[in-house]
């Protein structure tokens, strides 16, 4: 089991930057995958961008390019540096985790944080 808790959302204008943090309650050595989801009012959630333990990467095209995820595996955290930001970008993202190693980068996931807000005016 672990606990994840994101932080770091807010509200901004469009073309301005965030980062979002996600701390997990334990060493984070032992998870492979590690993502960022996001929900839109009325839109299904989508993977925004995933790592895992060997530094693998994927990026929703649409973020292609603005967004970085990174983990520190000191601080137990996964972080996602949001650039450029579209209101489009206006979402609840969602923090997510999985442990197996067999399991591909884009999930499934089964550990989900409570989620934090992002809100990018025009």
């Known amino acids: 089991q672990v606990q994840l808790v994101e932080s770091g959302g807010g509200l901004v204008q469009a073309g301005g930057s965030l980062r979002l943090s996600c701390a997990a309650s334990?060493?984070?050595?032992?998870?492979?995958?590690m993502g960022w989801y996001r929900q839109a009012p009325g839109k299904e959630r989508e993977l925004v961008a995933a790592?895992?333990?060997?530094?693998?990467?994927y990026y929703a095209d649409s973020v292609k390019g603005r967004f970085t995820i990174s983990r520190d595996y000191a601080k137990n955290t996964l972080y996602l540096q949001m650039n450029s930001l579209k209101p489009e970008d206006t979402a609840m993202y969602y923090c997510?985790?999985?442990?197996?190693?067999?399991?591909?980068?884009?999930?499934?996931?089964?550990?989900w944080g409570q989620g934090t807000q992002v809100t990018v005016s025009s």
């Open positions: 997510a985790a999985h442990e197996h190693f067999g399991r591909p980068l884009r999930g499934p996931y089964d550990y």
């Open positions: 334990r060493s984070i050595f032992s998870i492979n995958a």
């Open positions: 790592i895992n333990s060997v530094g693998s990467t």
